[in-house]
């Protein structure tokens, strides 16, 4: 049986995204919201707010206790600032924060402290609903 190590992100994360328009609603405000400050514009796409919520997903099914912070980082981008160097902006926490609140809520993944480390995991039904879509 496929496992989500197996397979490619790009096609679980849209199968994931499709599949998590049924639990979770995005928010209003996602029509015109940047996703961080060193972007310009919003996203073009009108469903990116799944695409981004199912990535979050399987980040937190990959990588353990996962903070807001961390997933700033991981989602963050460099912008163009001219003439002088680039610089790293990290993503939108509002965003992850109201993702990973409406993941609890769906109870695909839930806060642990695990030694010093806390943050979010995946529980039983989200790693089944992971790999049920990698299939």
């Known amino acids: 049986m496929a496992t989500i190590h197996e397979v490619n ?3 679980l994360i849209e199968k994931a995204a499709d599949e998590l328009k049924k639990l979770i609603k995005a928010p209003e405000f996602s029509k015109y919201v940047k996703t961080g400050s060193g972007r310009e514009r919003p996203p073009v796409e009108k469903d990116w707010y ?3 919520a199912a990535a979050v997903l399987r980040s937190v099914y990959l990588r353990g206790p ?6 700033r980082v991981k989602y963050g981008n460099r912008a163009n600032m001219g ?29 642990i402290e695990k030694g010093v480390n806390k943050g979010r995991i995946i529980t039983n039904k989200g790693k089944s609903f992971l790999d049920k879509l990698a299939k």
């Open 83 to 111: 003439v002088a160097g680039e610089r790293v902006y990290k993503a939108s926490g509002k965003i992850i924060r109201m993702i990973l609140q409406q993941l609890e809520k769906a109870e695909l993944i839930k806060q």
């Open 50 to 52: 799944y695409k981004r």
């Open 66 to 71: 996962l903070g807001v912070n961390n997933l």
């Open 9 to 11: 992100p790009n096609i």
